[in-house]
């Protein structure tokens, strides 16, 4: 079955399923999704993620959000290609890595490193906020507010 992925082309978070996906040869249906133009921000796409990001994944009647979640999905429903870990410690360890990347570099990219960026950008950045709260690293973008 297709997987369908809503996605954004230049989401770090959505490439890296993408790429995963790719390297499994798991065909995924991609729905362009901006959160820039507030289409995250849809009735019907909170219903999905109320967190209102990209990447979210549909199996069928399963949804998924978080890159980080659906990565780990994707690997075990191939449990033969083993990029899931073939036991208790290779498994362990691809969460350490995925954990660390999530609380540690990921969160990393949230402070003042990142908030510099955003005033380097000039008179604009003013108007704009950056994703969510500066815990990406996408650039900063003019979202629409959240209720
Ligand atoms: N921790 C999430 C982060 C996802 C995320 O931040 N996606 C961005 C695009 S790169 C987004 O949808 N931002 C919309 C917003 O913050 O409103 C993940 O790993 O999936």
């Given amino acids: 079955m297709t ?24 065909p995924l249906e991609l729905v362009p999704c901006d959160p820039r133009a ?7 796409f909170l219903a999905m993620n109320p967190n209102g ?14 890159s980080l979640a659906i990565l780990k999905y994707l690997a075990a429903k191939q449990p033969e290609r083993g990029l899931g870990g073939s036991n208790a410690r290779e498994s362990a360890l691809i969460d350490q890595w995925l954990f660390w990347w999530a609380g540690g570099g990921e969160a990393a990219m949230d402070g003042p490193g990142l908030g510099a960026l955003h005033q380097a950008q000039g008179p604009a950045a003013g108007r704009q906020r950056p994703c969510h709260h500066r815990r990406c690293i996408c650039p900063a973008w003019p979202l629409p507010s959240r209720a």
């Fill in 38 to 44: 507030g289409e995250t921000r849809e009735p019907d």
């Fill in 3 to 26: 997987l369908t992925l809503y996605d954004m082309k230049d989401s770090p978070h959505a490439r890296k399923v993408r790429l995963l996906a790719a390297e499994l040869g798991v």
């Fill in 53 to 66: 990001r990209v990447p979210t994944l549909v199996d069928g009647d399963f949804v998924l959000w978080e």
